[in-house]
């Protein structure tokens, strides 16, 4: 099975400019498996605005969650190690995500692929604009 992780900025671009999101998730139901990491939960719930809370709630316990386990550490610990040597500067937090979905074996959904070098050929962009 497929699995799929959700970026925080497809959740936050559907809660806040009503894309269709569960449309889309549906079509992926039925032949994938598809969630968010931990980690993209605190960054919805850093940005949630009060009259956004129930929406906000109700899709990410909709969501399955993915742990930062220590294999997941690592493995950001590797990216963000490899980014500064090359030069780049990667937020530790984007290393996480992408650490998560190395570990998971998940493509990776999100309108900012540049944040995720390290995922190059695990990246799909939504199918819907922003």
């Known amino acids: 099975m497929l699995t799929y992780l959700?970026?925080?900025d497809i959740l936050i671009n559907h809660l806040?400019?009503?894309v269709p999101l569960?449309?889309?998730?549906?079509?992926l139901k039925?032949?994938?498996?598809?969630?968010?990491?931990t980690i993209v939960?605190?960054?919805?719930?850093?940005?949630m605005r009060?009259?956004?809370?129930?929406a906000t709630r109700q899709l990410i316990e909709g969501l399955v969650h993915f742990p930062v386990t220590?294999?997941?550490?690592?493995?950001?610990?590797?990216f963000k190690r490899r980014a500064g040597?090359?030069?780049?500067?990667?937020?530790?937090?984007d290393c996480l995500i992408a650490a998560t979905a190395f570990i998971e074996k998940a493509t990776l959904i999100t309108g900012n692929s540049k944040h995720y070098p390290m995922l190059a050929d695990k990246i799909t962009r939504p199918v819907y604009p922003f």
């Open 6 to 8: 959700i970026d925080s």
């Open 16 to 18: 806040r400019r009503r």
């Open 22 to 27: 569960a449309a889309y998730l549906g079509e």
């Open 30 to 37: 039925s032949i994938a498996r598809y969630g968010c990491s």
């Open 41 to 47: 939960v605190a960054e919805v719930y850093v940005g």
């Open 50 to 54: 009060p009259a956004e809370e129930p």
């Open 70 to 78: 220590t294999a997941v550490a690592e493995k950001a610990a590797e």
């Open 85 to 93: 040597l090359s030069g780049r500067t990667i937020a530790l937090d």
